[in-house]
Nanobody, 122 residues
Framework: QVQLVESGGGSAQAGGTLRLSCKLS?????MGWFRQAPGKEREGVAA???????DYGDSVKGRFTISQDKRKNTIYLQMNVLLPEDTAMYYC???????????????????WGQGTQVTVSS
């Protein structure tokens, strides 16, 4: 059974930083961060595989960094230079396969956390 618990959301000013954490219980090969703003579809933000391969959505490249601590079974999303358009509910997701082309596709993931809210004000 895979369980995911996110933490670290909150409020920040534009240009500020936040770091999200996602603690995994169970086994997963690919993990990712997704976000969903009101009225919008869920979008892939960043993903990381157990072999340390990473991928990022175009809107966050150069600003966000995904990383993992395998000893702690935790992944992180360091968010720098936050923009108001980064405001959304952020979800951690996991899959027990080595995703490749679908790394940022929400439909490819089987397990989801409850989400943590990120609000960026201008």
């Amino acid at each position: 059974q895979v369980q995911l618990v996110e933490s670290g959301g909150g409020s920040a000013q534009a240009g500020g930083t936040l770091r999200l954490s996602c603690k995994l219980s169970g086994v997963a090969y690919t993990m990712g961060w997704f976000r969903q703003a009101p009225g919008k579809e869920r979008e892939g933000v960043a993903a990381i595989r157990s072999d340390d391969y990473t991928d990022y959505g175009d809107s966050v490249k150069g600003r966000f960094t995904i990383s993992q601590d395998k000893r702690k079974n935790t992944i992180y999303l360091q968010m720098n230079v936050l923009l108001p358009e980064d405001t959304a509910m952020y979800y951690c997701a996991a899959d027990q396969t080595a995703l490749s082309a679908s790394l940022l596709s929400p439909s490819a993931y089987d397990y989801w956390g409850q989400g943590t809210q990120v609000t960026v004000s201008s």
